[in-house]
């Protein structure tokens, strides 16, 4: 075999794996997921001084005008597939626009505290051990977002 066709055979099957397995993902006792031991997860259920944590975002107003700010903010950003939205949850999938990698990012909105709701969130990479720290940027856009 010559090693241009090897390498395109590496490249095939390295682009086939980008999408991932489907993680553990979703509400289970009013908790999300539990971020894995690489560095590639964000979350703000994580304990605060683990390198994973991430503070929730807060907005003010009732719960169903948060819920729909989160919806609006996904919709206008690129390579996002909102997978599963329901009142007090979402589940959006990120796709990398070279390797087609997929993230998935997670809204769990609470209840009502002071006309604030605070917005528990996860991001976390299907693939790979690292991420760069994208997961964490795109937390803090999305955030930045909301509270414009």
């Not at 929730?56 to 989160?70: E, Q, R």
């Amino acid at each position: 075999m010559s090693v241009r066709k090897f390498l395109y055979l590496l490249v095939f099957i390295l682009l086939q794996g980008c999408s991932g397995i489907m993680p553990n993902l979703g509400v289970s006792n009013g908790k999300l997921a539990v971020c894995p031991d690489s560095p590639n997860c964000v979350s703000s259920q994580a304990q605060a001084k683990n390198t994973h944590y991430i503070e929730p975002i807060v907005l003010k107003g009732s719960s169903v005008d948060a819920h729909g700010k989160v919806v609006a903010v996904l919709e206008s950003l690129k390579r996002v597939k909102v997978v599963v939205n329901e009142a007090d949850y979402i589940h959006a999938e990120f796709t990398s626009a070279i390797f087609r990698f997929v993230d998935d990012v997670e809204f769990l909105f609470s209840e009502e505290r002071s006309g604030e709701v605070v917005i528990d969130i996860r991001s976390a990479s299907r693939v790979g051990h690292s991420d760069f720290g994208v997961n964490r940027k795109r937390m803090e856009a999305i955030r930045s977002k909301l509270q414009e």
